[in-house]
């Protein structure tokens, strides 16, 4: 009976161990943000962590790409379309234990559309003309024009609500949210730790602890999860591996769509870019197919606008600027460069502009364009491409949700200035029928594309993997940031 009892208790202990470290994940990116403030930031690798899982807004974004309600429970909508009711979630609380009230929800408004406002965002608030709290539970949005998009708009992470006490400087490497986990810790160059909120007002994450571990280099990464350091990459940047993650039935290889237009970026106000015909030659240049197949072994979508192929609104355009060498040396000598010229290529980090970059140097060489290759670290790339417009070319991937109307905005990186196609989102702005819309948004597809303000290459695809056992994880991307809330281990 001794025996027997023993033996049961050692079962027990094995049991509670084996549930132990099934509450836990370790999840790969390749890319570490900056610093952790989504409201003061451009990079995606912010939202990576913090979105839904840390911060949380009015509205949120589901896993097929619908606005479902977050800390509002529900709105009201006056019939002319310029008033939002808001009503919020009561009992809500930041993770230092103080009340979410609408005041929160006001500053946090304000503050990002603010004319000191430093959101990479700000025209997601542009058309508001005040923020008000008739009481704690309920904010009131008055806008200046009826702005179809506007739910659409308050579920970017660039729109959550932060605490109005709280030091702004200090969230970025200590982050104060209402979502279901929280902060714990932040291993500069390796991981970032979360764990599961006690207090949380929704339904509680699955898990216990997150650690998102960060490995640049795809040779490491497929070393990682083929040893179990890594439970999942659901974007992994290595897709020549797929195939034997595939064959092994220790894991699951999840395949999905992104809102990544992955584009050659081009300095439209930097000579020789700011000639049309020049832009026209490099995109006639460019063979999408040979990129998608080299750099991607396969997985991707080519684009010939900067819209996603989902999208029902979706025009596809890739016959204004196929592939056609010849007809990019003719356009080159009648923009008078017939024996070509040497600009910058920018790369960031990720596998799909590394080796995108290769292929892309060799192209344009072959017509008579050299390039001045260099790999920048992401934070190095934020501040000489993105805020310092230091380059010629670059080669991005663009994940933020149907996000045309950043060619609305003259200083934009890649510095596009058309008062037509500002024109014409400030149309999409005041329609709210989903006809209209679709015929603006064509119109504005079909602009950028004979315009060439850049070589539009692909839909990046989502490619991921997993310890078999996980569930829950996103297969598409329809913003940037998934809800690691649920996520889940199960034999």
Known sequence: MKRILIGASLLAMLATGAMAANTSITIGDQLEPPHLDPTAGAAGAIDNVVYINIYEGLTEFASDGSVIPAL??????????????????????????????????????NRARAEDSVNAQKGLFANIADVSAPDDTTVVVTLTTPTGNFLFNMAWGDAVILNEGDDVEALKTHPNGTGPFVFQNWVQGDSITMTRNPNYWGEPAKLETVTIKYISDPTAAFNAVMAGDVDAFPTFPAPENLPQFDADPRFTVIVGSTEGETILSTNNKMPPFDNPKVREALAHAIDRQAIIDGAMFGYGTPIGTHMAPHNPAYVDLTGLSNYDPELAKKLLAEAGFPDGFTTTLKLPPPS?????????????????????????????????????????????????????????????????????????????????????????????????AEDHVNGYLFELAKTGVANAKIHGLWANAPTQGANLAEVYWED
């Open 352 to 448: 799909y502009a590394r080796r995108g970059g290769e292929i892309i140097a060799a192209e344009l060489r072959a017509v008579g364009i050299e390039t001045e290759v260099t790999n920048l670290e992401w934070s190095q790339w934020l501040e000489e491409v993105f805020k310092g417009k230091d380059y010629g070319l670059t080669i991005v991937s663009h994940t933020e949700p149907m996000d045309i109307g950043i060619y609305a905005n003259p200083d934009y990186y890649f510095q596009y200035d058309n008062p037509a196609f500002q024109g014409l989102m400030e149309q999409l702005n005041l329609t709210t029928d989903p006809t209209k819309r679709a015929a603006i948004l064509g119109a504005a597809q079909t602009m950028i």
């Open 72 to 109: 509002a429970e529900s709105w009201d909508i006056s019939e002319d379309g310029l008033t939002y009711t808001f009503h919020l979630h009561s009992g809500v609380k930041f993770h230092d234990g103080s009340d979410l009230t609408a005041s929160d929800v006001v500053w946090s408004l």
